[in-house]
């Protein structure tokens, strides 16, 4: 059959947990606040991740129950709902508390769903409070969006009015934008999961039409669809063609003429490909190595590929959800060898045995390859940059070609041929 070869691997995993998601849901919901029940490594990931003190809670809306605070308790539920209680009666204007689970096993024990439940009860809808995992037993970083975004998709209010949710964490300036272009199209009447203050939680049901604007929302979006939404099939917003694509999925949806998507699309498509041309010049024939971490990969590399010029060695990808993914996978080339899972130290050897120009991969994998010659980008960048819709293409490419702009200036007397050797790197 055409398209890519799919692969799956297992083994030892490098990748974030989704704890690290926090960072941006609290950016997004400044009036939410995470209860962390962790470890001290879980206390150190945030912090390294937000690069804030944890502690400053005031600022950050994150604080770690440490599994040293429940260890030998009698009852770490009464502990947990001690912590939790004084939180909310320190912070007032906190509107909903979302405990987060994680690894060590004295916390996998407690019911957070129980302790969710007993806490809202006790809290009369002064607050509320929700459950979801962010172990990196059961989940990589951006999972620990979708489990959050999840979690409230029970509290979305019903409603049967025509309009369009777009769902996944957006930055504000990128999703106003996006909203101002439905406007051109027509199509005006748009709410957004999660939204800017957690207590205005957009409506749901058989009139709603999803767009997800990021591609690792499988649970959040079987939610919505049990909630009577209908989930558009499209390219995700990444990349001028990609985004295009999106929008225009929503067009057909809401009858928007043909002639309208192109009028107000067409201008920007010419702009994005000025934007794009100094940055497909340095990429276009490089070959690229996308490590499985974000769910961003199948995207990404079809934005590289198609929009770049770039070859593609080997795109990795945690899971693989194909229902949602059909429209990313029917435009990789033939062949593209698409890795679900991860044993990394075979995907590290592949890695050297076909010495790509460009690897993208955790923070804990880069600083390895770098010494050994290799460019690496940090996929957790791209999750916190604003890359989404056509006017970002030229930034998101940027993304991509400046590593290898940079290498080309430490390196200028560097002979194209040497970078097979990794002596002369
Ligand atoms: Fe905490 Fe587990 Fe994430 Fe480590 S992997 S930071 S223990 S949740």
């Not at 690069?51 to 770490?76: C, H, K, N, Q, Y």
């Not at 961003?296 to 770039?310: N, S």
Request: charged content about 25%; aromatic content about 4%; glycine content about 8%.
């Amino acid at each position: 059959m055409a398209g890519p070869t799919l692969l799956k691997e297992s083994g030892p995993r490098e990748v974030f947990c989704g704890l690290t998601s926090i960072v941006w849901l609290h950016r997004r919901m400044p009036d939410a606040f995470f209860l962390v029940v962790g470890s001290r490594t879980c206390a150190h990931l945030i912090q390294s991740a937000a690069g804030v003190m944890i502690f400053a809670e005031p600022r950050f809306g994150t604080a770690i129950l440490s599994e040293r605070d429940l260890a030998g308790l009698a009852d770490a539920h009464e502990e947990l709902d001690r912590v939790a209680r004084e939180l909310l009666q320190r912070r007032p204007e906190i509107k909903t508390l979302f405990l987060v689970g994680s690894c060590p096993s004295e916390v996998i024990k407690l019911d957070l769903a129980r302790a969710a439940e007993r806490l809202n009860e006790e809290m009369q809808g002064q607050v509320r409070v929700v459950n979801y995992s962010g172990s990196g037993i059961e989940t990589t970083f951006t999972q620990g969006e979708d489990g959050a975004l999840a979690a409230l998709v029970p509290l979305l209010p019903d409603s049967d009015e025509r309009q369009l949710l777009l769902v996944g964490t957006l930055a504000d300036a990128v999703e106003d934008r996006l909203i101002h272009l439905f406007g051109r199209l027509g199509i005006s009447s748009i709410r957004s999961l999660p939204p800017r203050q957690s207590t205005e939680l957009p409506a749901v049901g058989s009139g709603t039409t999803v767009l997800l604007t990021q591609p690792y929302l499988t649970e959040t979006s079987r939610r919505l669809k049990d909630r009577g939404a209908r989930i558009l099939q499209a390219p995700f917003p990444l990349g001028a063609e990609g985004s295009r694509a999106w929008m225009a999925a929503a067009a057909e949806d809401f009858a928007v003429p043909p002639v309208t998507v192109e009028a107000v699309l067409n201008p920007l498509m010419a702009r994005a490909q000025q934007a794009l041309a100094p940055h497909r010049a340095m990429l276009e024939g490089k070959r690229i190595f996308l490590l499985p971490e974000s769910q961003l990969e199948l995207p990404l590399a079809r934005f590289l590929q198609r929009e770049c010029g770039m070859e593609l060695v080997e795109v990795g990808t945690p899971y693989l959800n194909r229902e949602q993914m059909r429209e990313e996978l029917a435009l990789l080339p033939e062949g593209t060898a698409v890795m679900e899972g991860q044993h990394v130290e075979q995907q590290l050897d592949r890695v050297r045995d076909s010495q790509p120009d460009l690897v993208v991969c955790g923070m804990g994998l880069a600083n390895p390859l770098e010494a050994e010659g290799i460019a690496t980008k940090w996929s957790i960048e791209l999750v916190f940059s604003p890359i989404h819709g056509i006017d970002q293409a030229g930034d998101l490419a940027e993304l991509f070609s400046r590593p290898l702009r940079r290498r080309q200036l430490i390196q200028p007397a560097l002979h194209p041929e040497a970078r097979h050797n990794p002596i002369h790197n």
